[in-house]
């Protein structure tokens, strides 16, 4: 990670790269990243035991226009939430458990990162 992050693109990056590590580090199973359909993306699907997590991560570089978490609005929500179920209906393997989870990044400086991980976040 460099100490210097130029666009929103790199920071974005750096968060994620970091949420994937802090995943599994915490035993998630990391299934997919980047998974795209109709114009959404969810970030990053992850299997923990029977239950699949479809985790949305936001970096921000501080919290002078509120923490990250509350950019995942209703309208974001809903477009994650059919993206899911897409990619639900194209698994052989059957999961008995989904939930929405936020990984909120805040990248200090330097090197040092904040990750608040909010469960059943949505």
Excluded at 19 to 44: N, P, S
Excluded at 81 to 105: E, G, M, N
Aim: proline letters at 1%; a positive charge.
């Amino acid at each position: 990670m460099t100490s210097k992050v130029s666009t929103a693109h790199e920071l974005g990056k750096i968060g994620e790269s970091a949420a994937v590590d802090y995943l599994q580090a915490q035993g998630y199973e990391i299934l997919a990243q980047g998974f795209r359909y109709q114009h959404t993306e969810i970030d990053i699907i992850a299997g923990q035991g029977q239950t699949v997590v479809f985790v949305e991560v936001k970096t921000r570089r501080h919290q002078r226009y509120g923490f990250p978490e509350e950019a995942v609005n209703t309208t974001k929500q809903t477009r994650i939430k059919t993206t899911a179920a897409y990619w639900l209906s194209r698994q052989k393997q059957k999961f008995t458990d989904c939930r929405f989870d936020i990984l909120s990044i805040i990248f200090r400086s330097g090197k040092d990162l904040e990750i608040i991980h909010l469960q059943d976040a949505f």
